[in-house]
């Protein structure tokens, strides 16, 4: 490459191959009489959450699976949300639930995911699904955690590595610890023998950031604050995956522009990166639509 620095690792290239084979599974299900059916819930007006079920949509449509999406307003009560999540989890034609984030401050998070039917919680927060991950035994790997490791897996067998043996022999420091990416990054991490470092929010703070993250032949942030990643982070001949997506105002122009929790410098001396946009993103909507393929094939089989 006469370009130097990183391999970029083409984020919608790969989404591209799996929503291909994602369609192929839902044609062999749809010739046995399974059909699959995802249903997205939001609640308000969360501007991220409201532009991802837009993603999902056309997810779902590009691989022919049903899509529906329910939403409620802001004020909608605890019980309201429940008697949906309910009438849900009866629906023999809904495959897989996804219950958007952020939600109302009156609503308990934990009260909600714990209503959902775990055979339809396609993002395993339903605490028997994450209990099942950190097991190591999941039923549904929660899509963006997923993603970072299908880029990862991928990058490396291109890269004509021994995949198992090269986990094994490696460090994975994940920054970010959140239920739904940081730790389901750690316990895939752990499943595959790597030797794991968490960092959060006190290990920045604390000026020890650096310190962990350069162990990393892995690392992957996911803090959601704009270039906190910079070159005396990066150990020299890293795997760089980035998963923020934070939205910062162009001045120039007016408009909002997506940026990553990695600067754009800092992956000089890397080995690969993932872009952003177009990185770890665009798997996670194919994933998820994948999941929910998943959910009515087990369904079926209980049938
Ligand atoms: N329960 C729940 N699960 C989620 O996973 C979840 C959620 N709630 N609430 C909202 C956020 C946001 N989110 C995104 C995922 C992919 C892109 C994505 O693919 N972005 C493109 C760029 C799109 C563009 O350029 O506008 C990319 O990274 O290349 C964006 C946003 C998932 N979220």
Redesign the pocket.
Known sequence: MSRGGPALID??ARARALQRRVACDVVRLAELGVRCGLATVLVGT?Y??????R?LERAAAAVGIEHRHHHLPAHASRGEVLELLARLGDDPLVSGI?????LPAHLDEGELFTALDPAKDI?A?HPENAGLLALGTPRFV???PASVFHLLDSWLDEAGTDRDAWYRGSTVCVVGRSN?VGKPLISLASARGATVVSCDENTSRTGRLARYTSLGDVLVVAAGVPGLIRAEHVAPGAVVLDVG?NPVPEPATGRTR?VGDVDPGAVAAAWAAT???????????VW?VQNTVLAAEEAAKRR
């Open positions: 984020g919608r969360d991220a959450a409201g532009a991802y079920a993603r996804l219950v958007l984030r952020p993002e927060v929660p899509s963006t739904n997506i997506l872009p952003v946009p177009g990185g770890v993103g665009p798997v996670t909507d998820l």
